[in-house]
């Protein structure tokens, strides 16, 4: 009878941290819609901020009850949660909405951002930070460095998707940055673990093919597996006419697709992307009727908004259980700036190979730079490390950045296209090849 009891106890604190999250995100959203204005994820996460530094300063008043709403957050595992259950769907909900021929026509600057300029900033962002910690007094090894890099590298599509509703640039411009954003965080979940794998074996043990092999199978092996799952979807969403089990079909994609990935040690982010892409493309104009097409469309928008405002009311949240302290502020005040030069070399340099043979849109550095928003994902990666005195600093730092360029970045994106004379009804008939 204890066991039994203790599981109904179980299910019910998840059931009501649920249920906490679902009616903060609801009145935030309300209070988003009704007042503020902003963009969905901004405004959700500022309110969240706001509300986490009033409980902060209610229990420093000696209001004991809002230690209860600490312990709720505390009880969340924000990676588990983002990494294991929310982001496939996130990102099966964005590829499915993407223009394949598109991003086919910008296949080669997407996979050069993906994976090329990824890494670049990977690089400078943990070489950088390795030699100016010193002058902090704080010392962490090489290798966490180069994993602040890895996690802070990548731009999030969660929050990229929600802002650049709202900016309209150039389709091209665009396609750039949403599939940019849809690849290179698989890309850079991949380099986090083999970087991991090596902080904990090391790199002796390792080896370059060891390194490899890992990359090799989480990466190919996502890539593959999300074909495989993608074409096998749209032949069954082909051969029948009926929009409930076809909802239920792309459901069953995503969920049992995850798990697959985890199962063969694969990329589930990549794998997911790649199938939301075929089905968003083969699926919905060759292998669905209108009616289906309508009812699929909604259904994901419906998930994709509902667990976008969760995602980001979480990330305002989680300030009351992240130990931020001055000099974590002060260094990822430093890292704010090493992130933004780090983004713009590993975009300007690709670029400008790809320049000798092709055109971008003018402005088109200055765009991917700022408009290269970091999200929930560098959060859950940071929190994924295990206990030590680097990982407080990964996790301190990589918040501040986070919100930095949620806020910051995400509400001057749209001014700074006007500002340039890229916003849609301004972008001159002929584009410039032009920084």
Request: with cysteine.
């Amino acid at each position: 009878m204890p066991a039994i009891y203790f599981r109904l106890s179980l299910r019910m604190k998840l059931y009501n941290v649920f249920a906490v999250l679902m009616v903060v995100a609801a009145s935030f959203a309300y209070l988003n819609h009704r007042f503020l204005r902003l963009p969905s994820t901004i405004g959700l996460m500022i309110l969240a901020l706001v509300s986490s530094l009033l409980v902060v300063v209610l229990g420093r008043l000696g209001v004991s009850s809002v230690l209860t709403i600490v312990e709720l957050v505390r009880s969340v595992d924000f990676n588990t949660i983002l990494m294991q259950v929310m982001l496939s769907f996130l990102l099966f909900a964005g590829a499915i909405h993407v223009d394949a021929q598109s991003l086919g026509e910008e296949r080669v600057p997407i996979f050069a951002l993906a994976t090329v300029g990824m890494l670049i900033s990977a690089l400078l962002v943990g070489g950088t930070m390795y030699l100016l910690l010193p002058l902090f007094g704080l010392t962490i090894n090489f290798i966490y460095c180069l994993l602040f890099g890895a996690l802070i590298a990548p731009t999030d599509p969660i929050a990229v998707l929600g802002i650049l509703k709202q900016a309209r640039i150039p389709k091209s411009l665009e396609v750039k940055v949403v599939g940019e954003s849809l690849f290179n965080d698989g890309v850079a979940v991949v380099v986090f673990v083999s970087l991991f794998q090596i902080a904990q074996v090391g790199w002796e043990e390792l080896g370059p093919s060891g390194v490899a092999l890992l990359f090799l199978q989480e990466a190919v092996g996502g890539i593959l597996l999300g074909a495989l799952l993608g074409y096998g979807g749209y032949h069954l969403l082909r051969s029948i006419d009926n929009y409930k089990v076809e909802v239920l079909i792309t459901l069953a994609l995503v969920t049992g697709g995850t798990a697959l990935a985890a199962a063969l040690h694969t990329s589930g982010p990549l794998a997911i992307v790649v199938a939301g892409l075929i089905i968003g493309q083969q699926g919905r104009s060759l292998g669905m009727s209108d009616m289906t097409r309508e009812y699929v469309d909604k259904f994901w928008e419906i998930i994709d908004e509902i667990l976008n405002a969760v995602l980001f009311v979480l990330i305002g949240l989680e300030i009351l259980v992240v130990d931020i302290g001055t000099t974590d502020l002060l260094v990822g005040a430093v890292a704010i700036v090493v992130v933004l030069l780090a983004r713009f070399v590993a975009v300007s340099l690709p670029l400008s190979v790809l320049r000798l043979r092709r055109s971008f849109t003018q402005h088109s550095v200055k765009i991917l730079t700022w408009g290269g928003l970091r999200g929930g994902i560098s959060v859950a990666l940071a929190l994924s490390l295990p206990p030590s005195p680097a990982r407080d600093l990964i996790v301190g730092i990589t918040y501040v950045v986070v919100i930095f360029s949620i806020i910051v970045q995400g509400l001057t994106i749209g001014p700074l296209v006007k500002r340039l004379g890229l916003s849609i009804s301004e972008v001159p008939a002929k584009e410039e090849d032009n920084n």
